[in-house]
């Protein structure tokens, strides 16, 4: 009985081996490469695949999904022979399982030496000033020739990013004096600007306060003539509608003359003609009313104030 049941037994797990070499659950975004005798046969997708036990066997397993692979830092010559070295990141996913399987070896291997082929050829034509600028046309550049090259592999290359590009330690000492000197430039072009742009307008600033203060004085000018006018045209039109003769005219004056005399400057006087004529009929007037207390003021000989001569009596 016990050589029954040891058979029974290994019946039992040959079954039970046999089961689970049969069914196959395959994960979502992920193939399978089935080989049957050595032979390519099929590829299982996601999901439950029921295969030949013994007879089918599982090649690979290969993840559908997009792939980020960053690669080391290449040493890449540029046109102007110098050395840079250049980090990059590829972005892949797989789309044939069967010639990422059979058309190439090691699909990742590949990838990075016809990466590095690639930066060599593109950088090779460009100086530094130019690599240090043109990483999107890089990018495009290498994708392009990536992605022709890759299609045959069934890879195809999403994006190809440069994460750095690190040129040698004295370039990059006189990279950042250039630019400490351009900014220095630019910051005394900028200092300079605000200082002549404050001088104009501190100067237009003046300009128009001397143009408004001159207005301003002009216009009052022209006030005050016009008010002096108005008063000597209400005057000289008071005295016409009065009908003033020489005689009120000299006593006016007469008044007047004590005034004219303040002051020690007054040395010189100027008479007019008139005055004599006019200072005869006041006289001969101021007669006819008989004697006054006293005759009147007159200019004094010593040119300062006036003075009061007696008016002989009537006969």
């Keep these: 009985m016990e050589p029954i049941i040891i058979v029974l037994i290994i019946l039992v797990v040959l079954v039970f081996i046999a089961l689970i070499k049969t069914i196959q659950v395959i994960p979502q975004a992920s193939a399978a490469i089935v080989e049957r005798f050595g032979r390519y046969t099929r590829t299982l997708n996601a999901g439950l695949n029921i ?6 066997s599982i090649r690979n397993r290969i993840d559908l999904r997009e792939q980020v692979v960053p690669f080391p830092p290449q040493p890449v010559i540029t046109q102007d022979n110098l050395v840079v070295n250049i ?26 030496q016809l990466t590095v082929t690639t930066l060599r050829n593109i950088i090779g034509g460009m100086d530094l000033e130019r690599t240090l600028t043109s990483r999107e046309e890089i990018n495009a550049a290498l994708r392009g020739v990536l992605d022709e090259a890759t299609g045959k592999w069934g890879i195809r290359v999403n994006r190809v990013e440069l994460k750095a590009i690190e040129p040698p330690t004295s370039i990059q000492d006189s990279m950042e004096k250039q630019m400490r000197a351009d900014r220095d430039k630019r910051a005394a072009i900028l200092t300079a600007e605000g200082i002549r742009q404050s001088a104009i307008l501190t100067a237009e600033g003046e300009k128009q306060s001397a143009i408004l ?30 009908d ?12 007047m003359l004590p005034k004219i005399a303040e002051g020690d400057a007054n040395k010189l006087w100027i008479v007019p003609s008139e005055i004599g004529d006019a200072l005869k009929g006041l006289s001969g007037a101021m007669g006819n ?24 009596p009537l006969d």
């Design 289 to 312: 009313f008989g004697p006054m207390g006293g005759g009147p003021s007159v200019p004094s000989p010593t040119g300062k104030g006036t003075e009061r001569r007696e008016q002989p």
């Design 87 to 112: 980090d990059t990141v590829i972005y892949y996913q797989v789309t044939d399982a069967r010639a990422a399987t059979y058309e190439v070896a090691s699909y990742i291997q590949a990838i990075e």
């Design 51 to 56: 295969v030949v036990p013994f007879i089918d």
């Design 244 to 255: 003033a003769d020489q005689k009120l005219l000299a006593y006016q004056y007469l008044q």
């Design 213 to 242: 203060k001159a207005e301003g004085e002009a216009k009052a000018a022209a006030l005050r003539a016009e008010g002096e006018a108005q008063a000597i045209r209400t005057v000289f039109e008071s005295i016409h509608a009065g």
